[in-house]
């Protein structure tokens, strides 16, 4: 907030610099806007995480990537919506995934992870918060983030965590068949960090 | 003593733009001058404040005579981004405020923006955003001048002086292009210099714009862009473009 208001304060001497010098002007609006407005670039993140070309490369990006969802995750100030942080950001992981018949058990794993813990939100969903997307260390989240009602937080959380953990083990058992085990395991490893971060909310 | 003098601003310039340059990749991107494929993400909302040392006297034609101030002007847009480009369609409504003279907002119109991304966990990042402009003018900007662009955003990252850089490239067709009047096409590449700083080069079939963009490390949400635009002079529109924009991303509630 104070850096938005520092952002705001900007804007507002920008503002008034010009207006020193353009409000006083003859009447004699254009019919053109300036420029073409501004340019949205999408965070690096996605295609940096879509460049691993080999099965092991994208596998060991997912694991950092569902790392880097977990830190994203524990930023946000209010808990209510850590649930569906961690759905949106698991899920995107999946998506980013490339469609390697190797790495197919655990896109699916985290996809269904993913979907699951969006059920629980969905369930748990609070009726006086709004859906919002964060913004934390010039990050945002995919989508709108939908908050769980605070006073069911603690049962949405236990139920997250029985999602997290189960998915760990999904991926755990995926490893010991797969050609990406190390992948595997590293992607469990991961995920099941995410149970720290559930039971501190 | 004044050579001193005008650089130590350059200075202070260069290192609020942080250090990021060290860093292994480089990824502060953007390119001035023409559309691009991407939109705001969903619930973001933004203000840019736009200001040409040119004022556009209509149909491609710019100020050239007069003082400071009856040659430049500026303007004013406020937008919001709906949906989500990366999984399904992307929008953006743009209320566009066409001078910053007279009456603040006696003129302006609106722009309308869809995008999706192509390639969905496609290593190279590609968007296509089709954009409707000059919508429900007013004012000034009242007269029906409706433009179509469609416009095709990739982001590759390349090794660049031994570093990874990320770059935009953008193409598109426009209705009014060439001129502002006539259907048209255009090109542009921007290079990553650092985490905060990029610059840019855009074609639109008649003009060339030269630009950058860059954040401060103290304003992560605010981004600022400087262009030259028919930087050659070829159409006698050589002009100086600066924009600063806002952007705040908890429109729809949620106190992150």
């Keep these: ?201 | 003593m004044k050579g001193r003098s005008l650089l130590a601003p350059a200075a202070a310039l260069v290192a609020a733009l942080g250090s990021a340059a060290t860093a292994e990749q480089v990824n502060y991107v953007t390119i001035a001058g023409i559309r691009s494929g991407t939109v705001a993400p969903g619930g973001m909302g933004f203000v840019a404040l736009s200001w040409s040392s040119r004022r556009d006297l209509g149909g491609g034609v710019y100020a050239t005579d007069g003082s400071f101030r009856l040659k430049t002007d500026g303007s004013l847009a406020f937008g919001l981004g709906l949906g989500d480009a990366e999984t399904g369609i992307g929008f953006q409504v743009t209320a566009n405020v066409t001078s910053l003279y007279g009456d603040l907002g006696d003129s302006g119109y609106l722009t309308l923006k869809a995008a999706t991304r192509l390639n969905r966990g496609g290593a190279v990042p590609v968007y296509l955003g089709l954009t409707a402009d000059h919508l429900a003018g007013w004012g000034q900007a009242k007269a029906p001048d409706e433009s179509l662009d469609l416009t095709l955003t990739a982001f590759p990252l390349a090794q660049i002086g031994g570093k990874e850089r990320r770059l935009m490239l953008t193409a598109g067709v426009g209705s009014k292009i060439d001129g502002g009047t006539d259907p048209g096409g255009y090109l542009g590449a921007g290079l990553a210099l650092s985490d905060n700083w990029a610059v840019s080069a855009a074609w639109t079939g008649e003009e060339v714009t030269l630009g950058t963009g860059f954040r401060l490390k103290a304003l992560p949400n605010v981004q600022f862009t400087a262009s030259v635009e028919d930087a050659f002079d070829r159409r006698d529109a050589r002009r100086v473009t600066l924009q600063a924009t806002w952007t705040f991303d908890n429109l729809f509630g949620g106190r992150f």
Excluded at chain 1, 26 to 33: C, E, L, T
């Design chain 1, 1 to 201: 907030m104070r850096r938005a208001g520092m952002g705001a304060a900007a804007l507002a001497v920008v503002a008034m610099a010009l207006g020193a010098g353009l409000a006083a002007g003859p009447a004699r609006a254009g019919k053109d806007a300036v420029g073409v407005g501004p340019v949205f670039v999408p965070p690096l993140v996605l295609q940096d995480q879509t460049a691993a070309t080999s099965a092991a490369a994208a596998a060991a990006r997912a694991a950092e990537e569902v790392t880097l969802a977990r830190d994203f995750c524990r930023r946000l100030a209010q808990k209510e919506y850590v649930i569906d942080c961690l759905a949106a950001e698991i899920g995107a992981v999946a998506d980013r995934m490339p469609d390697d018949p190797t790495l197919a058990p655990a896109k699916a794993a985290l996809s269904d992870a993913s979907r699951k813990l969006g059920r629980i939100v969905e369930a748990n969903r609070s009726t006086t918060l709004k859906p919002g997307v964060a913004r934390a260390s010039g990050r945002s989240s995919p989508r709108a983030l939908r908050p769980v009602e605070t006073a069911r937080l603690d049962v949405a959380t236990d139920a997250a965590i029985g999602v997290i953990e189960e998915t760990g083990t999904i991926l755990l058992r995926s490893s010991e068949t797969s050609d990406e085990a190390a992948g595997f395991v590293a992607i469990s490893t991961a995920v099941t960090s995410n149970t720290l971060l559930l039971r501190s909310i």
